[in-house]
């Protein structure tokens, strides 16, 4: 479930995405002067990055809930990660603001302008790949809720397969819109960014369930029973 659950959430809030990294994608070095082929593969690689950094999250916080799990929390873990994704996409709902302040984002993100600055203006795939890498760390809402649905995975593989896949989900609309501009209008990613908070809500509610170990086969299996064998003697 983790990895389809993650690829769906990527494509959900792939609108989010070009808002918030569109801009970036499209002042890419290694360009069109570089031959179409060079242009298209400086995108992919970009976004390749990106890709890399959501996992290498998501292993980390799937290592804190393996950790949580194995003293016991695990279900517990699931059942607040599922909250928090619910809370954050309800946020965007009601009040059409992300959970993460406007100011705090500009702070945080001037240490690593002054990083990208640089590779900006270097014309070479690597400098391209390590842009990807970077923007992985820039903080936005919706890797957050990425984040708390990796928490609830119980592992690092299992973490960093559902942060992979979410960045996947991304990538159709990413490169989309690096290769062309206009691709969607703007009443139409308006309309389409309104699905990520459901779909945050709806994931959210059964990582909820899962957690809660319901006993409903493939959706929220029952908790594993020990059982302790005694020595008969004759």
Not at 52 to 66: F, H, N, P, Q
């Amino acid at each position: 479930m983790e990895p389809l659950a993650g690829f769906a959430l990527g494509m959900a809030g792939s609108m989010h995405c070009i808002g918030m990294c569109g801009p970036i994608a499209l002042a890419l070095p290694a360009g069109a002067e570089h031959g179409r082929a060079s242009f298209i593969a400086g995108r992919i690689l970009y976004n390749g990055g990106r890709v890399v950094t959501y996992a290498v999250a998501g292993a980390i916080v799937g290592t804190g809930s393996g950790i949580a799990a194995m003293q016991g929390l695990g279900r517990t873990m699931s059942v607040i990660a599922g909250i928090s994704m619910m809370i954050i996409a309800a946020v965007q709902i009601l009040w059409h603001r992300q959970i993460i302040p406007t100011s705090w984002i500009a702070r945080t993100m001037q240490p690593l302008q002054r990083t990208m600055a640089p590779l900006m203006r270097k014309k070479s795939m690597t400098a391209v790949f390590a842009l990807g890498l970077a923007n992985g760390l820039l903080p936005c809402g919706l890797v957050v809720a990425a984040l708390a649905g990796a928490t609830g995975t119980g592992s690092s593989g299992d973490g960093a397969l559902f942060m992979a896949s979410f960045g996947l989900g991304t990538l159709p609309a990413m490169i989309a819109a690096s290769l062309w501009a206009g691709f969607l209008s703007t009443t139409m990613r308006t309309r389409l960014r309104l699905i990520m908070p459901v779909l945050g809500i709806l994931l959210g509610g059964t990582i909820v369930v899962r957690g809660l170990g319901l006993g409903i086969p493939m959706i929220s299996p029952a908790p594993p029973t020990s059982t302790t064998h005694g020595c008969c003697t004759h």
